[in-house]
């Protein structure tokens, strides 16, 4: 079991950057792959980005492709997701999820954050 608490959004400049965190307790945080979902009102929720249990395999919607990082650290039990060149489409709430394996479909994630909002002013 583990329990994640995200921590970062807030409101930003089109063009800006943001950095998200999120935090899991727990002692297994590496058996898990993670990954960042974000959701707007009225649209579904989009994998934004992943990382497998490792770190070292990534993937990201082609949307922040180039202007988002995903990274973990499994000392400090934390993922994160750098956010630059933020554009008003980014605008939404962004969950962390914790998943047995690497992998882009939300239903496959187990555990969820309780999402933080992400503003992205023009």
């Known amino acids: 079991h583990v329990q994640l608490g995200e921590a970062g959004g807030g409101s930003v400049q089109a063009g800006g950057s943001r950095r998200l965190s999120c935090a899991a307790s727990?002692?297994?945080?590496?058996?898990?792959?993670m990954g960042w979902f974000r959701q707007a009102p009225g649209k579904e929720r989009e994998c934004v980005s992943t990382?497998?249990?490792?770190?070292?395999?990534?993937d990201y919607a082609n949307s922040v492709k180039g202007r988002f990082t995903i990274s973990r650290d499994n000392v400090k039990n934390t993922v994160y997701l750098q956010m630059n060149r933020l554009t008003p489409e980014d605008t939404a709430f962004y969950y962390c999820?914790?998943?047995?394996?690497?992998?882009?479909?939300?239903?496959?994630?187990?555990?969820w954050g309780q999402g933080t909002p992400v503003t992205v002013s023009s």
């Open positions: 999820s914790a998943a047995p394996t690497h992998t882009g479909i939300s239903h496959l994630y187990d555990y």
């Open positions: 727990g002692r297994t945080f590496s058996s898990y792959a």
């Open positions: 990382i497998s249990r490792s770190g070292y395999m990534t």
